[in-house]
């Protein structure tokens, strides 16, 4: 199915856009789905033709990247293994969807390791990727939450032990 690119009839405050020109829909505006490459076990593309017979290769499954290490300045092709964040999409992690800018897990020189993707797989045809040295920073933000959570759970703790204590020897002055 088709999607139209223009703009839309009402403006954002909510009024009807007037027509300047004759037509409402354009077949510059007309574009369509977009192409979810998803982790797969094997690769599949399509080809497309578009407008003036244009070829664009699309990825619709992928299995193999090609990672750019920084250091030693050489391209290698390493296997996916899966998706650890999107921020497109959050739910593209749990449907395994690649796009541009994810951060996928990849079996590299013998060890899993972690890439972010640099380029538009729905489009291209192809996933690049480059290495990453750190851990993203969305993983290292939930760990320090996730420490700091625990610290306070235990501060309270350490607090509402000392009342339950005060609670009982109250109760047994009382008797």
């Known amino acids: 199915m088709t999607q139209w690119h223009g703009k839309a009839r009402r403006k954002p405050t909510g009024g009807i856009r007037t027509a300047k020109r004759r037509k409402d829909k354009r077949l510059a505006e007309k574009g369509g789905n977009p192409t ?16 003036g017979f244009t070829t664009k290769v699309k990825e619709r499954r992928a299995k193999f990247a090609s990672i750019a290490d920084a250091k030693t300045k050489k391209v290698q092709k390493a296997e996916i293994l899966n998706v650890e964040e999107n921020n497109a999409n959050r739910l593209f992690v749990r449907r395994n969807i ?17 890439a972010e993707v640099t380029s538009k797989p729905g489009q291209q045809g192809q ?21 700091e959570e625990k610290k306070t759970d235990k501060k309270e703790e350490k607090k509402e032990k000392p009342a339950k204590k005060e609670k009982s020897e109250k109760k047994e002055e009382k008797k």
């Open 98 to 114: 690649i796009t541009k800018g994810a951060v996928i897990k990849i079996k590299f020189a013998g060890s899993e390791r972690l």
């Open 127 to 147: 996933v690049q990727a480059v290495l990453l040295d750190r851990m993203p920073e969305v993983k290292q933000r939930k760990k320090a939450e996730k420490k």
């Open 36 to 51: 979810l490459t998803v982790l797969s076990d094997e690769e599949r593309r399509s080809k497309v033709v578009g407008r």
